[in-house]
């Protein structure tokens, strides 16, 4: 029905992580069949809208504005998929999001974009002050309430990102949170890339601050920048 495309394969992440399908059936008005993705980062949204539209698929999309002018608060954008058949599609592949599909693992161009699908929806970059100090600490990794995310994991070890063992927590709608917690060296080094670009700068920052601080500490041990540590 839909050829197995990179393109395809992002969209089955972002299916898994943050999309999410409707059915109703009505007889006096016709029944509908809906693919979802809401977001508050619009680069996500416009890429998931380019990655359709090479499916063949139109999308509509809506913004809710933050009434609350809290600053803190984001726009929400909302594309949305009238199609049965990409519906059906998307439930069948993954049985209902239990399951990555098989042809995923195919090449390696299918694994890296569904692997980035996944992260753009359920992954995080963060940034959070010390509970002493001036400086921050910065975080990245993958959180999810499903099993599927255990064969992520493989994916990511595969190409080199150097994951943290399992934080489970138990959420008060009784769910189990699984959060996954990478290298961030390990993790920059290797093909996934977030199209977040709150993520990026979060990231770049880190980076950035870490060359600054490895050239400061190897100036001192009378060492030309950070080249020993970035070559290990």
Not at 34 to 51: A, C, I, P
Not at 74 to 96: A, G, H, P
Not at 97 to 106: L, R
Not at 183 to 210: D, G
Request: hydrophobic share 35%; glycine share 6%; aromatic share 14%.
């Amino acid at each position: 029905m839909y050829q197995e495309t990179k393109e395809l394969a992002y969209l089955i992440g972002v299916y898994l992580g943050d999309g999410s399908t409707t059915i109703k059936l009505d007889k006096k008005k016709g029944n509908t069949y809906r693919f979802q993705l809401g977001s508050v980062d619009l680069e996500f949204v416009d890429k998931v809208e380019e990655y359709l539209k090479t499916l063949g698929l139109h999308s509509t999309r809506n913004t809710y504005k933050n009434s609350n002018r809290n600053p803190k608060w984001n726009d929400m954008y909302f594309l949305t998929v009238s199609s049965k058949d990409f519906v059906f599609y998307l439930r069948e592949q993954t049985e209902n999001k239990v399951k990555i599909p098989k042809w995923i693992y195919k090449s390696e161009e299918n694994e890296i974009n569904f692997v980035n699908g996944v992260l753009d929806s359920e992954g995080f970059m963060t940034k959070s002050k010390v509970p002493y100090g001036s400086g921050f600490r910065y975080q990245v990794g993958v959180c999810v309430t499903a099993e599927w995310i255990y064969d992520v994991i493989p994916i990511l070890k595969k190409y080199g990102v150097s994951v943290c063992n399992e934080c489970k927590r138990i959420l008060p709608s009784g769910k189990t949170s699984r959060l996954f917690q990478f290298n961030i060296i390990s993790f920059s080094k290797s093909p996934f890339k977030f199209c977040i670009k709150r993520k990026l700068v979060r990231l770049e920052e880190y980076l950035k601050n870490l060359i600054v601080r490895d050239s400061e500490y190897y100036s001192k041990l009378g060492m030309k920048g950070a080249k020993a540590r970035w070559s290990r």
